[in-house]
């Protein structure tokens, strides 16, 4: 029963019932001012002091019973309510407000738990938020110190003499100009990462032409696998005239971010990777394959959460700020694209995603005319 309905029905009970019992008393001082009460025979005396009797007791039943009614409805649940609202401004979420009336408290009610719930959701989710920002920064501190410790190193050793040969030399340049490079990649990838939090990613989409493209990546990616004495492999199985619309930056930093996370767990003494483009029907798949490690099968659906760890005793001495595929699935989900990854321990890792292709719409003028 709606709220207003049990409100009406209070106050018609409340004020009849007075009336009521009003009428009946003028109608005993009646029959008193006629005749006297003595007059009248025991029977009547006794049928006239128990209609008395029950009426009085009627309608205490009555107003009871409705006193209990309207508490109960209404008193009962405002009262949860207040009580609900103490726990919430003394910062108490962990509670549940329950109320079954569907009336408009009911509804208020509900609509309140509801608040509570999202409050404390949102409450959670600052927790969260907290302790990810705190082991991120505790990632890029780690991450940044182990090249600049290096580049130190290196740059030391060289001011020192130790260097001697051309050969050397060249050797202590190259590792200090790759720490470079891991350190701008990092720093370029907090930076970004700042970007997605707030969902202010920088995409300018442009036809690209696959073939031409992935083909300039591996030119690019090679030679640093190169330096890194690591097998590289490339295979393009598309036709040169394939275009897909993409954003050819970001798209970069997808090829670079499963690469680097693919050199990072690279446990054999000859290292490989390989990418493979291949049409399968209205997409392009692009598989990046490793003989690292693997990843094991629990760990494999949560590899693209942001800030997840396999191993999180191994991990901490690898580096890594744990966000690298999670930016990495953000892009590829806004190119309207999916991303998925295969692995076997000991064996290696295949990271696959896919981008629609374009498709030019010709407009046929014959089919217009009428």
């Known amino acids: 029963m709606k709220l207003k309905t049990r409100l009406v029905v209070t106050f018609l009970v409340y004020s009849i019932l007075p009336l009521v019992f009003i009428g009946i008393f003028i109608s005993v001082s009646k029959a008193f001012l006629v005749y006297r009460f003595d007059d009248f025979s025991p029977d009547v005396?006794?049928?006239?002091?128990?209609?008395?009797?029950?009426?009085?007791?009627?309608i205490i039943?009555?107003?009871?019973?409705?006193?209990?009614?309207?508490?109960?409805?209404?008193?009962?649940?405002?009262?949860?309510?207040?009580?609900?609202?103490?726990?919430?401004r003394d910062g108490n979420l962990d509670f549940t407000l329950d109320v079954d009336e569907d009336?408009?408290?009911?509804?208020?009610?509900?609509?309140?738990?509801?608040?509570?719930?999202?409050?404390?959701?949102?409450?959670?989710?600052?927790?969260?938020?907290?302790?990810?920002?705190?082991?991120?920064?505790?990632?890029?501190?780690?991450?940044?110190?182990?090249?600049i410790t290096a580049i130190k190193g290196y740059v030391e050793g060289i001011l020192d003499g130790v260097a001697s040969s051309p050969q050397r030399l060249e050797k202590y340049i190259r590792t200090i100009y790759n720490k470079a490079n891991d350190m701008d990649r990092l720093i370029d990838e907090l930076t970004f990462y700042s970007k997605i939090d707030t969902n202010k990613i920088p995409y300018t989409f442009t036809k690209i032409?696959?073939?031409?493209?992935?083909?300039?990546?591996?030119?690019?990616?090679?030679?640093?696998?190169?330096?890194?004495?690591?097998e590289f492999g490339y295979f393009n199985y598309v036709d040169e005239d394939v275009v897909v619309i993409a954003d050819a930056e970001q798209l970069k930093r997808v090829i670079n971010n499963i690469i680097g996370n693919s050199i990072k767990y690279l446990d054999k003494k000859k290292g490989i990777i390989n990418i493979r483009i291949k049409d399968v029907g209205d997409f392009v798949q692009i598989e990046i394959e490793d003989n690292?490690?693997?990843?094991?099968?629990?760990?494999?659906?949560?590899?693209?959460?942001?800030?997840?760890?396999?191993?999180?005793?191994?991990?901490?001495?690898?580096?890594?700020?744990?966000?690298?595929?999670?930016?990495?699935?953000?892009?590829?989900?806004?190119?309207?694209?999916?991303?998925?990854?295969?692995?076997?321990?000991?064996?290696?890792?295949?990271?696959?995603?896919?981008l629609r292709k374009h498709q030019e719409v010709i407009y046929d003028e014959q089919n217009t005319d009428h």
């Open 103 to 147: 009336d408009e408290i009911g509804q208020l009610c509900q609509d309140f738990e509801e608040m509570r719930i999202r409050l404390k959701e949102n409450a959670e989710e600052k927790i969260r938020n907290d302790l990810e920002s705190k082991e991120l920064i505790s990632n890029i501190s780690h991450d940044l110190k182990t090249p």
């Open 292 to 354: 690292g490690r693997g990843i094991a099968a629990k760990d494999l659906p949560y590899i693209f959460d942001r800030f997840y760890r396999t191993d999180s005793s191994r991990n901490s001495a690898k580096g890594g700020s744990g966000i690298g595929l999670s930016i990495v699935r953000k892009i590829i989900e806004n190119h309207g694209g999916r991303i998925w990854a295969t692995s076997k321990e000991g064996v290696g890792t295949e990271m696959h995603f896919v």
């Open 61 to 88: 039943f009555i107003c009871a019973s409705l006193t209990v009614w309207v508490y109960t409805s209404i008193l009962h649940p405002l009262s949860k309510l207040q009580e609900a609202t103490r726990k919430i």
């Open 45 to 58: 005396q006794s049928m006239v002091i128990q209609m008395l009797v029950v009426s009085v007791s009627l």
């Open 209 to 230: 032409h696959v073939h031409d493209y992935f083909g300039d990546c591996a030119e690019e990616v090679g030679l640093d696998l190169e330096s890194r004495n690591i």
